[in-house]
């Protein structure tokens, strides 16, 4: 049976050293890279082009590797990971269920009537709709920053950035769940108010949790996945879904997430060849 490649971007994870012992281990072979050195015109250089490849980095080199004609490449499907696409699904779930998504000159003129319905004195939550980091989510002053200019400014962004808005939210504790479809494949506590703390969770009430509201959805962005839940004001919520391939592993068990990952590659590989090419 054909193995997955993986291509790792080095310098990137905690566990970088952890994950590549994890992959000697299963006797997965791969190559390292790093961004500035990757070009998609050269993938030959790495595996030959109709390699099943797996990539773990970088959203932008992600975006690169997609450009490729590896199979699976990467997870990390940008549009299904917009909160436009996700948040129709998983919407009565969501931390931030009751929110605005428009762009940033829409927000600047549409202040008052927001921040009136979303019951706040000037502060809001405010991340981009992409999942490609193109700013750093957080909450922001609309008293403070009241103008295009002054808000631009702080988020470098233009005026036409689509964004989500929703009230600002007191939040406990976070966790991270790496998912082959609706199945929870391994997961970890990374967030106790601001401090780092990474725990493996094997089962439990957020385990039974998670599986409910995937169950109840009945959707998925793509095969593999993440999706981070948290707690805020003694209830679970789900925060937000990221992408496989570029999403930190924290305490997560290394050895199911390259398991998972093996599983899911030649599965969307076999499908993409119809079985042509495999020993």
Same mark, same amino acid.
């Given at each position: ?6 291509l790792? &971007? ?5 566990? $970088?050293? &952890?994950?590549?012992?994890?992959? /000697? ?12 050195? +990757?070009?998609s ?26 450009? *490729?004609?590896w199979?699976?490449?990467a997870?990390?499907?940008? /549009?299904?990971?917009?909160?436009? *696409? ?6 009565q ?15 600047? #003129?549409?202040?008052e ?7 706040? $004195?000037?502060?809001?939550?405010? #991340?981009?709709?992409?999942?490609? /980091? ?6 922001f ?16 962004? $233009?005026?036409? *950035? ?6 600002? #939210? ?6 991270? +769940? +790496? ?6 494949i ?6 106790v108010?601001?401090?780092r703390?990474?725990e ?21 962005? &793509?095969?593999?996945? *993440? ?10 919520h ?5 992408? +496989?391939?570029c999403? %930190?592993?924290?305490?997560?068990d ?8 093996a599983?899911?590659?030649?599965e969307?590989? &076999?499908?993409?060849? $119809? %079985?042509e090419?495999?020993?």
């Amino acid at each position: 049976m054909k193995k997955v490649n993986w291509l790792i &971007e080095k310098n990137i994870f905690d566990c $970088d050293e &952890e994950f590549l012992e994890e992959l /000697k281990r299963q006797g997965y072979s791969w190559k390292e890279t790093n961004y500035l050195r +990757f070009h998609s015109t050269d993938a030959n250089e790495y595996f030959s082009e109709d390699e099943c490849v797996l990539f773990r980095g970088t959203l932008n080199l992600g975006r690169n590797i997609l450009r *490729t004609s590896w199979i699976p490449g990467a997870y990390m499907d940008e /549009k299904n990971l917009r909160c436009t *696409t996700y948040y129709t699904y998983f919407g009565q779930y969501l931390l931030n269920n009751k929110y605005f998504i428009l762009s940033l000159g829409e927000l600047i #003129r549409r202040r008052e009537e927001i921040l009136e319905y979303l019951g706040s $004195d000037g502060d809001l939550f405010v #991340r981009p709709d992409s999942n490609m /980091k193109s700013f750093r989510a957080g909450v922001f002053n609309l008293n403070v920053l009241n103008t295009m200019q002054s808000l631009g400014s702080e988020l470098k962004r $233009d005026e036409t *950035t689509l964004i989500l808005v929703s009230g600002k #939210r007191a939040i406990a504790k976070e966790w991270r +769940f +790496f998912v082959y479809k609706n199945q929870i494949i391994t997961g970890s506590l990374y967030l106790v108010g601001e401090e780092r703390i990474d725990e493996t969770i094997q089962g439990g009430y957020l385990e039974s949790y998670l599986s409910n509201v995937l169950k109840a959805v009945n959707w998925y962005p &793509e095969s593999l996945y *993440t999706v981070d839940i948290c707690e805020s004001e003694g209830e679970l919520h789900v925060l937000e879904l990221g992408s +496989f391939s570029c999403s %930190g592993e924290y305490g997560c068990d290394l050895s199911l997430i390259i398991e998972a990952g093996a599983k899911a590659a030649l599965e969307d590989y &076999e499908a993409a060849n $119809d %079985g042509e090419g495999w020993g």
